[in-house]
């Protein structure tokens, strides 16, 4: 069988580039184009230094055939960059939000632009394998989902799907710095974040939209989402801890919904390669440049609430390593190849 | 006049050298007597050689005169060790737990232990100048309250004394690994926590009751407080994330919400030295080395919530300054004296 | 083929994790056994959360019928532990110091101890691929390098036998705070390395001799070698910057060394898999997570002086992955067998 | 007595805003002048929130009648900016590197500019204290040092003035990411710097001929300067290490000489209030924050080497803790004032 050609639109952000380690090292694809406008012409390991063995040239636009796109590119540049292969009848992976939300007022509302082809909207499937899994293996244009919605909706959606829950969520998400981009920001400068800890985006935050819409699309009655993000002095990794109230039904359970919430969230993950339902509150550690998910969901009956913590890699889970497990399951790969590689810890 | 002459008991956590530090260069006051069973007989800068200056040589116990004492041992016996210094008519500033809850029964429930010496708890004051600063004033025993309630408490004290919100409370913290302590652990070995982000104590904290206590006393009306504590990786700094639903009253006010609720904080901390009300989401390093707390109040039309966020250093705002600050309440002293140190950034 | 069954003698510790990290994705072999004594009876998954998906559980001693057997037990303990398999006919990598030494005198004064089986060490190869490939190939005993000869001799390698320098050596190398290992310490509590940089063991450091002995092997008329480390705020990476005075013959090629020096160090390590010699001062961050080792020569004229840097990852080229390296190159697996992995980066 | 007015060109940067803090709360001195352009027109507490207490608003250029003035501008526009204010009589503190270097060639050469008035090069006092303290108490032109030569300087005068080393000097340095400013760069960019440790500068740093201009005047003999800076994983602090032959007298000794190494530095620095020798090796912890620097003097005797290790804070003794020390020296207040404060541990 040919080896499946694959090219990556915009490689030199921190997803982008984590593609490019991760399909240079895919049995199953070769990488036979990478693009990137400010660094054309020089080779990935020029660039990127721990990509030594690569002296694949980063090119201004795609040039090449293949069979798959990954597109990195920033939202709105992003849609306008996949449309044309999706036309092509290439099967094509955004890792932008451009064709996440359902909802084109929603897009336009938190994006602040107009979206430039929204008849792909409804063709899009929304790329979390674990509640899409089907509709992405049948799919031409995969929507890679936010990092943050990622370890926000694999944390909420068993109790969602098992109405074992009401009202409105809080999701507290606290994030390493990689999450803001290689761009250069005095966010990012090294001195102002190390060591120290802060919540940005407090009006507001583009991923709560997301969070909304799939958990929405589990549990109709869901109130609001409040999504706050902080900035964490680390590299990558995201924890999630998300706050809901108990239904009736579970809090009638009593202690017993201790065990049962257990029961729920691992039956819900069973057939998951990359989510685990752990029996200990998780660290991002363990998960580090992986594309696992840690889950820990307990009740606290004293204030009748559920409290779902998960742990991702950011830029594995929540975008570069996620992508690819889109891939394979849009070209009827394993789910999980090229992905086998364990967290390194410590 | 005569300068103050003030102990340290159990001088080697980080609570103990911190107030050691501050102590070494209070204008009023001399440190006499440093005590640690475990160093006995070293000299301070042996043990802790930032302190070069200090020759002062630790005790295995208190064997000097003198006016005032903190006391930095671990819970039920600091108790102990504080009983007869308050009945000699010292003055005495416990940095442990057990004074702080007024309920015996509540401090026997979450400490595991039978109190020693409850007859002091009626006498004794919760160390927190911004609510109790006249009765801090005429103590004989303060009970400085624990690192995660002094941010807890000051970024809800405004809300809870104004009736702007109602129900229960949700209290996101995010801890530097020194509020840990100095004893060895796996959990704060350096690789261990290193580059990752955990929840602990997902069952319970027993800093919860503390802020309960505190926040009922502001407003009887208080639901449940849940309280969620997590380790980040840096070494000091407590950032609090609160979040509560708006009272009827304050719903009403639409928009106009957003801009009353800082007026509510700002005048709220009008005469606090050290709590500043920021406009902007606070850094935990804007506070680092100092005894600041920021407060940042904000209000979400969409969910009907207040957010609070609060940012503190935890050994000198949740520990060792609060604990000088409150000293010279006691003693007669400008409230700021020896504390006037800006934060060291970045 | 059977496939190769494989044991960790000591899994609790950092090195004998990531060995069983990689050993659990190696295609040639299975992990079978794996032993730690005071965490008997659990599974791997219960103490390592990253390694979720291995319910091998922890042997207090290897009872199974194995091939190959890795020993991460301290030093004296290891070689009395590797003695009887070698004797068995098992392949052996010992990564304690035990057989690195091949002067046992100069063992007994830097480990303080007698060597229990000196008997071995004739036989036993000093696991660095690039200088004993066939011999290891051969070996039945592989004495696994430390963490620092590994980084400071592939630095020198080339330099050493090639007749550049002449004279003492002089090696800064910088550490992560893992190659510290996992047992608690003062010197690894997190609040106490954090945000600080200190040099130890200024007195003389173990790995000196190791990295004296195989510098000399390459050039008899080595100086001393002056070995400096260093611990760093971070996990994993170990940077050496090497400083040697060139020889005459080098001297008067004046400006023309700068190139040469690169040609002598390319060819050098040319068959090498791991080791790439790069054109830009390498960082650790370049290896993370990787067999890679980054080997950075520059000749400065001025002072007459070879600077040498190279970077590893502590953990695995300096301790699992040369390991499993050495394994591979013993059991005629292809030398990059389960090492493929690129470094993770950022 | 009249307090006197200091302003500040610049406090933009972190040496610039980090003098700030300091004056804002030292007792002889109003700081009652702040610039720079880009945040013009804002209060000191508006760009930096740890200085909440600040209205002071930022100035395009300095409008004050004041009597000390700090430029922590770029070099070259540093001397510009200095030079009408010398010619004025003003005391002035140059914290760019335009007065540092005596050798008007050797400037140009490493800065690659144009000296804009080297007519001042000869009245400029090179302030570093422990060397040039009477000569700064009487200047008008005070170039503080490089924030490497401190730690370094430091490091080798007592060994230097003393004759106990000969011959070349390697000076191999780790300093923090905030030592590389507050202006972004990939190099400081959280994600590529964290986590990582790398050598930059590796042809020669500009503050190499500032080390051996000090260092030379103490003994003429002195040989090459060999100075390596690497960048680490931490906000504040520069480690450096030291490696210099001893002096045949010296070798002579034998033991003794690890003795007499010690009270050579002692007897140097009795008299500097911020310099501390040492008996166990320094780390950048043990004066975060403060203005001291400890140092660590060793004999090696198997390689005839002296080791020499400073540890000093970057930002403070490396800059603005020395610049207002020189303040104080050329006011006539006492050499410590507003210094006092110990450094922040852990």
Chains 1, 2, 3, 4 share one sequence.
């Not at 070769?30 to 660039?47: P, Y």
């Not at 950011?314 to 889109?326: I, K």
Request: hydrophobic letters at 40%.
């Amino acid at each position: 069988m040919a080896t499946t050609r694959v090219a990556i639109v915009n490689v030199t952000g921190y997803i982008g580039v984590d593609i490019a380690r991760i399909l240079l090292r895919h049995p199953e694809v070769e990488l036979t184009c990478v693009t990137g406008r400010s660094q054309a012409g020089k080779t990935l390991s020029e660039v990127f230094p721990h990509l030594t063995s690569s002296d694949l040239v980063i090119q201004p636009e795609l040039d090449a055939s293949v069979d798959v796109v990954f597109s990195a590119m920033p939202h709105k540049a992003s849609a306008e960059v996949c449309e044309p292969f999706v036309s092509q009848g290439l099967k094509v992976i955004d890792i932008s939000a451009d064709f996440r939300l359902k909802d084109l007022a929603e897009y336009e509302y938190w994006y602040g632009v107009e979206h430039p082809c929204s008849q792909l909207l409804e063709d899009a499937v929304y790329g979390l394998p674990e509640l899409h899994r089907e509709a992405i293996a049948g799919a031409r244009l995969v929507a890679n989902p936010g990092c943050y919605p990622t370890g926000a909706i694999l944390a909420l959606a068993p109790a969602m799907a098992s109405g074992m829950v009401t009202g409105d969520i809080i999701v507290d998400s606290k994030s390493g710095v990689s999450g803001a981009g290689r761009s250069l920001t005095m966010t990012t400068h090294y001195a102002e974040c190390n060591e120290s800890v802060s919540a940005y985006a407090v009006g507001g935050h583009r991923h709560m939209p997301e969070i909304r819409q799939e958990c929405g699309l589990l549990n109709p009655d869901l109130g609001e989402v409040v999504f706050q993000p902080h900035l964490i002095p680390m590299t990558r990794g995201i924890l999630s801890t998300c706050y809901a109230r108990l239904s009736e039904d579970w809090l009638a359970r009593g202690e017993a919904a201790a065990r049962d919430v257990f029961a729920v969230y691992r039956d819900f993950y069973m057939e998951a390669p990359f989510s685990a339902v752990v029996d200990a509150p998780p660290a991002t550690k363990h998960v580090w440049g992986s594309n696992y998910c840690h889950v820990y969901a307990r009740v606290d009956v004293r204030s009748g609430r559920l409290l779902v913590i998960s742990a991702i890699d950011n830029l594995v889970r929540g975008g570069a390593g996620e992508a690819v497990q889109n891939m394979n399951l849009m070209c009827g790969f394993p789910e999980t190849c090229g992905l086998e590689a364990l967290p390194v810890y410590p």
